[in-house]
Protein backbone atom coordinates (compact mmCIF):
# COMPACT_ATOMS: atom_id res chain seq x y z
CA UNK A 1 0.00 0.00 0.00
CA UNK A 2 2.92 2.25 0.73
CA UNK A 3 4.05 1.46 -2.50
CA UNK A 4 1.20 2.44 -4.36
CA UNK A 5 1.16 5.53 -2.39
CA UNK A 6 4.42 6.47 -3.72
CA UNK A 7 3.47 5.36 -7.17
CA UNK A 8 0.45 7.66 -6.85
CA UNK A 9 2.11 9.93 -5.25
CA UNK A 10 4.98 10.12 -8.06
CA UNK A 11 2.75 9.92 -10.42
CA UNK A 12 1.08 13.09 -9.39
CA UNK A 13 3.87 15.09 -8.83
CA UNK A 14 5.38 14.18 -12.49
CA UNK A 15 1.87 15.33 -14.26
CA UNK A 16 2.15 18.35 -11.46
CA UNK A 17 5.23 19.28 -12.83
CA UNK A 18 4.25 18.54 -16.39
CA UNK A 19 1.62 20.67 -16.05
CA UNK A 20 3.56 23.49 -14.35
CA UNK A 21 6.19 22.65 -17.84
CA UNK A 22 3.57 23.07 -19.75
CA UNK A 23 2.16 26.39 -18.94
CA UNK A 24 5.59 27.65 -18.34
CA UNK A 25 6.24 26.44 -22.02
CA UNK A 26 3.08 28.19 -23.32
CA UNK A 27 3.72 31.52 -20.93
CA UNK A 28 7.29 31.74 -22.95
CA UNK A 29 5.81 31.10 -26.39
CA UNK A 30 3.72 34.31 -25.88
CA UNK A 31 6.07 36.24 -25.00
CA UNK A 32 8.28 35.54 -27.67
CA UNK A 33 5.54 36.02 -30.24
CA UNK A 34 4.47 39.49 -28.25
CA UNK A 35 8.32 40.24 -28.41
CA UNK A 36 8.34 39.38 -32.22
CA UNK A 37 5.79 41.10 -32.56
CA UNK A 38 7.19 44.15 -30.76
CA UNK A 39 10.25 43.72 -32.66
CA UNK A 40 8.72 43.66 -36.04
CA UNK A 41 6.90 47.15 -35.42
CA UNK A 42 10.05 49.11 -34.66
CA UNK A 43 11.91 47.39 -37.71
CA UNK A 44 8.86 48.65 -39.78
CA UNK A 45 8.67 51.79 -38.09
CA UNK A 46 12.24 52.50 -38.68
CA UNK A 47 12.21 51.41 -42.24
CA UNK A 48 9.36 54.17 -42.54
CA UNK A 49 11.44 56.64 -40.63
CA UNK A 50 14.68 56.05 -42.78
CA UNK A 51 12.45 56.35 -45.91
CA UNK A 52 11.40 59.74 -44.98
CA UNK A 53 15.22 60.53 -43.76
CA UNK A 54 16.19 59.72 -47.28
CA UNK A 55 13.29 61.44 -48.83
CA UNK A 56 14.13 64.65 -46.97
CA UNK A 57 17.75 64.46 -47.74
CA UNK A 58 16.86 64.15 -51.21
CA UNK A 59 14.51 67.47 -50.81
CA UNK A 60 17.21 69.17 -49.02
CA UNK A 61 19.49 69.01 -52.06
CA UNK A 62 17.18 69.86 -54.97
CA UNK A 63 16.31 72.57 -52.27
CA UNK A 64 20.08 73.22 -52.21
CA UNK A 65 20.27 73.58 -55.50
CA UNK A 66 17.95 76.10 -55.91
CA UNK A 67 19.24 78.19 -53.71
CA UNK A 68 22.38 78.24 -55.39
CA UNK A 69 21.20 78.69 -58.52
CA UNK A 70 18.69 81.72 -57.13
CA UNK A 71 21.81 83.10 -55.11
CA UNK A 72 23.61 82.88 -58.73
CA UNK A 73 21.07 84.70 -60.36
CA UNK A 74 20.81 87.30 -57.61
CA UNK A 75 24.38 88.13 -58.11
CA UNK A 76 23.96 88.44 -62.53
CA UNK A 77 20.96 90.49 -61.08
CA UNK A 78 22.89 92.69 -58.77
CA UNK A 79 25.47 93.05 -61.31
CA UNK A 80 23.03 93.92 -63.93
CA UNK A 81 21.16 96.79 -61.60
CA UNK A 82 24.88 98.47 -60.82
CA UNK A 83 25.18 98.37 -64.67
CA UNK A 84 22.11 100.17 -64.91
CA UNK A 85 22.97 102.29 -62.53
CA UNK A 86 26.09 103.89 -63.92
CA UNK A 87 24.50 104.32 -67.42
CA UNK A 88 21.39 105.96 -65.74
CA UNK A 89 23.94 107.83 -64.06
CA UNK A 90 26.25 108.42 -67.34
CA UNK A 91 22.45 109.08 -69.05
CA UNK A 92 21.98 111.93 -66.14
CA UNK A 93 25.08 113.80 -66.76
CA UNK A 94 24.45 114.10 -70.38
CA UNK A 95 21.06 115.31 -69.95
CA UNK A 96 22.31 117.90 -67.95
CA UNK A 97 25.35 118.98 -69.99
CA UNK A 98 23.08 118.83 -72.82
CA UNK A 99 20.42 121.15 -70.78
CA UNK A 100 23.21 123.64 -70.37
CA UNK A 101 24.35 123.65 -73.86
CA UNK A 102 20.31 124.26 -74.65
CA UNK A 103 20.57 127.06 -72.22
CA UNK A 104 23.39 128.67 -73.58
CA UNK A 105 22.11 128.31 -77.13
CA UNK A 106 18.72 130.08 -75.84
CA UNK A 107 20.30 133.08 -74.37
CA UNK A 108 22.54 133.49 -77.53
CA UNK A 109 19.57 133.04 -79.62
CA UNK A 110 17.58 135.45 -77.17
CA UNK A 111 20.76 138.26 -77.45
CA UNK A 112 20.42 137.43 -81.54
CA UNK A 113 17.07 138.12 -81.90
CA UNK A 114 17.78 141.29 -79.50
CA UNK A 115 20.27 142.31 -82.09
CA UNK A 116 18.71 141.62 -84.89
CA UNK A 117 15.40 144.06 -83.47
CA UNK A 118 18.01 146.43 -82.71
CA UNK A 119 19.09 146.53 -86.23
CA UNK A 120 16.03 146.69 -87.59
CA UNK A 121 15.00 149.65 -85.44
CA UNK A 122 18.71 151.32 -86.72
CA UNK A 123 17.43 150.29 -90.19
CA UNK A 124 13.88 151.41 -89.90
CA UNK A 125 15.32 155.24 -87.62
CA UNK A 126 17.88 155.43 -91.13
CA UNK A 127 15.25 155.11 -93.43
CA UNK A 128 13.39 157.52 -92.16
Known sequence: MINEAFKNRNVLILAAVSALLLVFNFSSC???????????KELASRLALEEKTAKFVQEKSVLEEKV???ASEVAELKVALEAARKALLQDQLVS???K????????LKENLEDQLRQAQA???????
Open 30 to 40: FNAMHAKAGRD
Open 96 to 98: ASL
Open 68 to 70: KAQ
Open 100 to 107: EELTKVVK
Open 122 to 128: NVKKAKK
